[in-house]
Nanobody
Framework: QVQLVESGGGLVQPGGSLRLSCAVS????????MAWYRQAPGDERELVAD???????NYAESVKGRFTISRNNAKNTVYLQMSSLKPEDTATYYC???????????????WGQGTQVTVSS
């Protein structure tokens, strides 16, 4: 069983900062790519940032220069440092990891439970 636990969401004023964390636990061979998505009510879930096993990163245009994705492979944890937050960043944020399973040696995606980020005065 593989489990993803997210933390770090909350209420913040415009211009403020938050740091999200997502820790992977359970039985698996290795973690490949890791990513953060977000979804506001009525909207499609969108990719915010991703990071490969070697540290290569990609960002949505709307967050470039403000958000930073990073990972700690020893802890199987991915982070999203968010700064200069705007009201339009308000959403539920979900982590996603691509895992190589022990049984069958297959790559599969897993999702976190989501953490709410609200940016408001």
């Amino acid at each position: 069983q593989v489990q993803l636990v997210e933390s770090g969401g909350g209420l913040v004023q415009p211009g403020g900062s938050l740091r999200l964390s997502c820790a992977v636990s359970g039985t698996f061979f290795s973690v490949n790519a890791m990513a953060w998505y977000r979804q506001a009510p009525g909207d499609e879930r969108e990719l915010v940032a991703d990071i490969g096993s070697g540290g290569n990163t990609n960002y949505a245009e709307s967050v470039k220069g403000r958000f930073t994705i990073s990972r700690n492979n020893a802890k199987n944890t991915v982070y999203l440092q968010m700064s200069s937050l705007k009201p339009e960043d308000t959403a539920t944020y979900y982590c996603n990891v691509n895992i190589l399973t022990l049984v069958g040696r297959l790559y599969r995606d897993y999702w976190g439970q989501g953490t709410q980020v609200t940016v408001s005065s």
